[in-house]
């Protein structure tokens, strides 16, 4: 008898359980958009080459079309749905509004779940392939317009809004470390 290809799993997506049954082949991506309605994560290129699909993933970035579903089970998963803290935009989502860090908005929520990924990798002191001192003493690099389009490289943008982009999320990195100095 052949094993089964099908399973029930258990997702944490957004500060929610969800429990269902899903074919062991099936993406994290099919299971947001089409089994649990979180249309906010987009299908583009479906290869993992676009970044259209970004979501977090125990908060680090992950291309949901190649993660399979069960491969995410007992992982904290965050998609732009749950950026949010309630009623109040994150500074990622904010800058993006003040800047037109968009333009159609189809790659909007995978750039700015990258960006949200990246403002923490960056402030955690990773390295970019830019970055001048990569030893770790050297502490985390100034973020600039060099350093944020080396680290969004992943995310593309069809209608070409980089400059937006940019400007977005440097203005969301000074915001996040103003949050933390205050908090």
Known sequence: ??????????????????TL??????????VLRER??????????DQGQCGACTVLLDGRRAVSCLQFAVAAEGRRITT???VAEGDRLHPVQQAFL?????QCGYC????????????EEHA?????????????????????DEEIRERMSGNLCRCGAYVSIVRAVARA??????DEGAA
């Open 1 to 18: 008898m052949a094993p089964s290809t099908s399973g029930v799993i258990t997702l944490h997506i957004n500060d929610e359980t969800h």
């Open 21 to 30: 049954p899903v074919d062991h082949r099936t993406t994290l991506l099919d």
């Open 36 to 45: 649990l309605d979180l249309t906010g994560t987009k299908k583009g290129c």
């Open 80 to 82: 732009i749905e749950g």
């Open 98 to 102: 003040d800047f037109d860090g968009y």
């Open 108 to 119: 909007t929520p995978g750039q700015i779940c990258s960006a949200v990924a990246m403002i």
């Open 124 to 144: 955690a002191g990773w390295p970019s392939a830019v970055t001048d001192d990569v030893r770790p003493e050297a502490g985390a690099p100034v973020l600039t």
């Open 173 to 178: 990195a000074e915001a996040t470390r103003v």
